[in-house]
């Protein structure tokens, strides 16, 4: 039996052996992308605690059959810092680093609607959402989202291709 199955078990069971495995398993990436979110160690220890909490009373909802475990609790993870950062950062800009060359949207004919890109990333194909969260929110190779969704490269590659497709159909983007 391997631990994600047996965590499965205890989360199903309510024992509390499930967190400390949890934790002792996945503390460590789990806060890594908090404090990617949030740039800010005590947030990001704050959106771990929330995380775990989540997941010890979300537990009935895990289906095997639809992700894999650390999968789902990095999903949950992800959107528990997220919304911290939302809460707390309401009247801060997000700061992102453009490069040398400065954007400006206007001479691209995009309004603010096109700039929601999460909100419009739920209207892609699971699959291929799933490639594209992996490089552009979470910073993985292609090669790392092969290994963590198990499938070979040149299908992330297609899959990513085929999101970026999808995206652009939705922002109206000339291919």
Same mark, same amino acid.
């Given at each position: 039996?391997?631990?994600?199955?047996?965590?499965?078990?205890?989360?199903?069971?309510?024992?509390?052996?499930?967190?400390?495995?949890?934790?002792? =398993?996945?503390?460590?990436?789990?806060? +890594?992308?908090?404090?990617?979110?949030?740039?800010?160690?005590? @947030?990001? %220890?704050?959106?771990?605690?929330?995380?775990?909490?989540?997941?010890?009373?979300?537990?009935?909802?895990?289906?095997?059959?639809?992700?894999?475990?650390?999968?789902?609790?990095?999903?949950?993870?992800?959107?528990?810092?997220?919304?911290?950062?939302?809460?707390?950062?309401?009247?801060?800009?997000?700061?992102?680093?453009? +490069?040398?060359?400065?954007?400006?949207?206007?001479?691209?004919?995009?309004?603010?609607?096109?700039?929601?890109?999460?909100?419009?990333?739920?209207?892609?194909?699971?699959?291929?959402?799933?490639?594209? %969260? @992996?490089?552009?929110?979470? +910073?993985?190779?292609?090669?790392?989202? @092969? %290994?963590?969704? =198990?499938?070979?490269? +040149?299908?992330?590659?297609?899959?990513?291709?085929?999101?970026?497709? %999808?995206?652009?159909?939705?922002?109206?983007?000339?291919?």
């Amino acid at each position: 039996m391997g631990i994600d199955t047996r965590i499965v078990g205890l989360l199903k069971a309510k024992d509390e052996k499930a967190l400390s495995l949890l934790y002792d =398993n996945y503390s460590e990436v789990l806060y +890594g992308v908090c404090f990617q979110i949030l740039k800010d160690s005590s @947030a990001a %220890e704050d959106a771990l605690q929330e995380s775990f909490i989540k997941i010890w009373k979300n537990s009935h909802t895990y289906d095997q059959k639809k992700a894999k475990l650390f999968t789902w609790i990095l999903r949950i993870t992800r959107n528990t810092a997220i919304d911290l950062y939302r809460k707390t950062n309401k009247t801060k800009p997000l700061e992102v680093q453009i +490069g040398i060359n400065t954007v400006n949207i206007r001479d691209q004919g995009f309004d603010s609607d096109h700039l929601d890109v999460q909100n419009h990333m739920d209207q892609l194909a699971l699959k291929n959402k799933a490639v594209l %969260e @992996a490089i552009f929110f979470f +910073g993985m190779t292609q090669r790392e989202v @092969a %290994e963590f969704l =198990n499938i070979p490269l +040149g299908t992330v590659k297609s899959r990513l291709r085929i999101g970026l497709k %999808e995206l652009g159909t939705i922002y109206h983007f000339k291919q």
